[in-house]
């Protein structure tokens, strides 16, 4: 199993955006040198976050790093040219010697619909025609196509190429089982978002992904699933809950009075802490059970994620989680995986 971090670059009011990004970068090269497999760059355009061109901070630790993957996580296909999309993931590629990936989504922020002067209510057609779009250009070098949203392309060669033949593009997906049934259909591997609830009542949709997949006549090695949770590891799991809790609550407090939801609880947070819960907080040895129960309840994973700097965690306290997830967490769940 793959296992590594994911990071919307959060904004730090006690800190300029220049040194918030300058840790950011430190912590992904402190990642590859721990021996993460994966380090993820989400997109937003708000206030909250640094992240609105990710695949420039991918590509400054690209510099910085050796062996650890580069992905979005996720692009929001919906809200740029697929073309630009591609040139900027090739690019990305070239300049980390063939690590880059992408994510690509939907997005559960509507920002950047009038940022970017677009209908929201294309919402679903934009991303289908985009990631249709943006996998032909992945898989030729010259493009016949036509659609809705964008003036055709006629022999249109695109360029550059990357070093790898088919850059990976992952499917994240929520909760819709159409989003599931799409991704197998295509033969996309899954990336599922579990922020809340029990990881475990994803199967069901998940079974729907793997059906799909195999009706449309890929393989099981194709059909990768991968889960993107909150998370962080501490010494103890007391410690790891009173550091987190306070950030946590802060955010998806101000994210739910933005979405009509009650203020977070301390009860609610144990119970997502707790056995059954989606957070992947705690222990180094509580979490690595915890991931391993995930993946046999949703019948084997390929990648884990854990999103931690949402929760107004210091520089310090993530970087040591990371030295955690790689030298403990990440050692046990793939021994126990063999």
């Known amino acids: 199993m793959e296992i590594g971090i994911d990071s919307f670059a959060a904004a730090n009011p006690n800190k300029s955006s220049y040194q918030s990004i300058a840790e950011l970068l430190e912590r992904i090269e402190f990642a590859d040198k721990v021996g993460l497999d994966v380090f993820g760059i989400g997109e937003h355009h708000r206030g909250d976050f640094l992240d609105s061109a990710p695949d420039i901070i991918m590509a400054a630790a690209a510099s910085r790093t050796q062996n650890i993957k580069l992905t979005n ?193 301390r009860p609610h947070f144990e119970s997502q802490a707790g056995y059954l819960g989606a957070f992947l907080v705690g222990s180094a040895e509580e979490v690595a059970d915890k991931i391993l129960r995930h993946s046999q309840a949703l019948g084997g994973i390929a990648r884990l994620t854990f999103q931690m700097d949402n929760a107004g965690l210091s520089h310090t306290q993530l970087l040591n989680a990371i030295e955690l997830i790689g030298t403990k967490v990440s050692p046990i769940v793939n021994k126990a995986s063999v």
């Open 73 to 265: 996580a996720v692009r929001i296909l919906s809200a740029i040219d697929p073309v630009r999309a591609f040139q900027s993931l090739a690019t990305l590629d070239l300049v980390s010697n063939g690590r880059a990936e992408m994510v690509a989504g939907r997005a559960s922020f509507i920002d950047a619909f009038p940022l970017f002067g677009l209908n929201l209510n294309d919402y679903d057609a934009l991303f289908v025609e985009n990631l249709n779009l943006f996998l032909q250009i992945r898989d030729n070098e010259v493009v016949n196509w036509s659609g809705k949203f964008r003036p055709a392309l006629k022999n249109q060669a695109i360029y550059p190429r990357p070093i790898q033949e088919k850059i990976p593009v992952w499917l994240g997906v929520g909760g819709t089982p159409e989003s599931f049934a799409r991704a197998g259909s295509m033969g996309l591997p899954l990336m599922v978002a579990v922020i809340g609830g029990e990881t475990h009542r994803f199967r069901p949709l998940i079974d729907i992904y793997r059906k799909s997949g195999e009706k449309a006549g890929f393989t099981p090695d194709q059909l990768k699933v991968g889960l993107h949770s909150l998370g962080y590891v501490a010494e103890t799991t007391d410690k790891a809950k009173e550091e987190y809790y306070p950030g946590y609550a802060e955010m998806f407090t101000k994210i739910g009075k933005e979405r009509g939801w009650p203020p977070v609880t």
